[in-house]
């Protein structure tokens, strides 16, 4: 009851009782737990009941929850340093870390959240090549600025919105729609805007329509055309971010981006954000050039001293780390796919490392927007009440990526794949 007790009150003060609106749980036909605490891959709600957490925070935390290095960091950082709004050396060793050890990024600007990490690499890829036109693809997201508000996935998919009431015609004006993995529908944009595009922006390995890897083929055409029609290439890594591997989705590619997006596990938890790539067009950004983007609360100390804290953990223990998270999801993956060919559950698994969606659809394969859209929401949601109910928290919402970490156990694993033996269509 203390949960429900808390949701009605929150609705009294918050909009739909919440702070953002996938955790509503508004498409389930439930309401959601009130989360109190979480230690390694448990979280437990207002009411004591525990849950093995598969969400994950939507992604940040692949060390587990209050992992001891991250919340030792937190609490001696605040000690001496809260907020300065001016330089501190925690930030340079956060660029630092950045520019070293992943390729394709020689200067980083710190933000505090993915959409503004991604809303900010638009305006540089605008200010640097002079041209105002955007292409996203369609069942990507890239956060709630304005201009990706259009056939974006995440919420807005799973609310079934074309996009958002308050987005005036001119904010969208300039964003191109393609079709994720469909190079006939990028060279189309780029034959008839091609002269007017500033950047193409990407989730390499999407996890807003669930998660679709992008082909390679595909990326290279990509390259080729932002080449020849001097445009910049995006890669938003966000969500994939040290989470398909330590070096994020790029490391999966040849291709070699012009900017990259990062937040989530960069922050271990807290809000963080950050863009980088070239010198040469970041030194466009302000003070050194005149693309302005500003934040008070941008590199602050704690956020910086979380976000190393976690960052150097993963670095110094990352084979043992991605091999592990590779080994439990394929535990899951492959038990989920024999269960459900015994039960005869339609389903389609897609992974990559600790990110992975469970489909149901009777397609074999998912590899673009069109594909997603065959799934049968009626047996998602019925899943997903059965998985809550049995202590497995998953993300409420079929076009969703559910994550692991360093601190779920095989046990964790058994449990889920218990969970499902019990769950009938
Ligand atoms: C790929 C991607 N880009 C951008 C965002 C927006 O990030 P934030 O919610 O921190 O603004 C998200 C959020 O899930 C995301 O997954």
Same mark, same amino acid.
């Given at each position: 009851? +203390?949960?429900?007790?808390?949701?009605?009150?929150?609705?009294?003060y918050m909009?739909?009782?919440?702070n953002?609106p996938?955790?509503?749980?508004k498409n389930?036909g439930?309401t959601?737990p009130?989360i109190?605490?979480g230690?390694g891959?448990?979280?437990?709600?207002e009411e004591?009941k525990?849950?093995v957490d598969f969400?994950?925070?939507?992604?940040p935390?692949?060390?587990?929850?209050?992992?001891?290095?991250v919340?030792?960091?937190?609490k *001696? $950082?605040?000690?001496s340093a809260?907020?300065f709004?001016?330089?501190?050396?925690?930030e340079?060793?956060?660029?630092?870390?950045?520019?070293k050890?992943? *390729?394709n990024?020689?200067?980083?600007?710190?933000v505090?959240?993915?959409t503004?990490?991604?809303?900010?690499?638009i305006? &540089?890829?605008r200010g640097?090549?002079? %041209?105002s036109?955007? !292409?996203?693809f369609a069942?990507?997201?890239?956060?709630?600025f304005d201009?990706?508000l259009?056939e974006?996935g995440?919420?807005?998919?799973t609310?079934g919105?074309p996009?958002?009431l308050g987005?005036?015609?001119?904010s969208?004006?300039n964003?191109?729609?393609a079709n994720?993995n469909?190079?006939?529908?990028?060279?189309?944009?780029?034959n008839?805007?091609?002269?007017?595009?500033?950047g !193409?922006?990407?989730?390499?390995v999407a996890?807003n329509m669930?998660?679709?890897?992008?082909e390679?083929?595909f990326m290279?055409?990509l +390259?080729?055309?932002c080449?020849?029609?001097?445009?910049l290439?995006?890669?938003?890594?966000v969500?994939?971010?040290?989470r398909?591997s330590?070096?994020?989705a790029q490391k999966l590619f040849?291709?070699k981006?012009?900017?990259? $997006?990062?937040?989530?596990?960069?922050?271990?938890? =807290?809000?963080?954000?950050?863009y980088g790539g070239k010198?040469e067009i970041?030194e466009w950004?302000?003070?050194v050039?005149?693309?302005y983007q500003?934040?008070?609360?941008?590199?602050?100390?704690?956020v910086?001293?979380?976000?190393?804290a976690?960052?150097?953990?993963?670095?110094n223990?990352?084979?043992?780390?991605?091999?592990?998270i590779?080994?439990?999801? %394929?535990?899951?993956e492959?038990?989920?796919k024999?269960?459900?060919k015994?039960k005869?559950i339609p389903?389609t698994?897609?992974?990559c490392g600790g990110m992975?969606t469970?489909f149901? $659809?009777? &397609?074999?394969n998912?590899?673009?927007? *069109?594909?997603?859209?065959t799934?049968?929401?009626?047996?998602f949601?019925?899943?997903f009440?059965?998985?809550i109910?049995?202590?497995?928290?998953?993300?409420p919402?079929?076009?969703?990526a559910l994550f692991l970490? !360093?601190?779920?156990? *095989?046990?964790?694993?058994n449990?889920? =794949?218990e969970?499902f033996?019990?769950?009938?269509?």
């Open positions: 009851m +203390r949960n429900e007790v808390i949701f009605h009150e929150s609705k009294k909009p739909g009782g919440v953002s996938v955790r509503s749980y389930t439930m959601p009130i109190k605490s230690k891959a448990i979280i437990v709600d004591g525990a849950y969400v994950l925070a939507w992604g935390m692949l060390l587990g929850h209050s992992d001891k290095d919340v030792k960091a937190i *001696e $950082t605040s000690e809260i907020a709004g001016a330089p501190t050396e925690l340079l060793m956060m660029a630092k870390f950045l520019c050890n992943l *390729e990024i020689e200067m980083v600007r710190m505090n959240s993915g503004e990490a991604t809303m900010s690499a305006k &540089l890829a640097y090549t002079k %041209k036109k955007i !292409v996203k069942g990507c997201y890239h956060g709630h201009g990706f259009i974006a995440s919420g807005v998919l609310n919105i996009g958002s987005v005036p015609e001119e969208i004006k964003t191109l729609i994720y469909d190079k006939e529908s990028i060279k189309e944009i780029f008839t805007y091609g002269d007017d595009i500033a !193409v922006i990407i989730e390499p996890g669930g998660v679709i890897k992008a390679d083929e290279n055409l +390259r080729e055309l080449d020849e029609y001097k445009a290439l995006i890669f938003d890594e969500m994939s971010g040290f398909v330590f070096e994020g040849k291709v981006p012009d900017l990259i $997006t990062y937040a989530k596990i960069m922050g271990g938890g =807290l809000p963080c954000g950050a010198r970041m950004l302000s003070p050039g005149g693309v500003a934040g008070t609360m941008s590199g602050n100390p704690i910086m001293a979380a976000g190393l976690t960052l150097n953990k993963i670095k223990n990352k084979e043992e780390y991605y091999n592990k590779e080994e439990l999801g %394929k535990l899951l492959d038990g989920m024999e269960i459900a015994e005869s389903l698994i897609n992974r992975m469970i149901f $659809t009777e &397609l074999e998912v590899k673009k927007y *069109e594909d997603v859209k799934c049968d929401e009626e047996i949601k019925k899943y009440k059965h998985m109910s049995r202590g497995i928290n998953i993300p919402s079929q076009y969703e970490s !360093v601190a779920h156990t *095989e046990e964790d694993i449990k889920f =794949l969970a033996k019990e769950f009938n269509i």
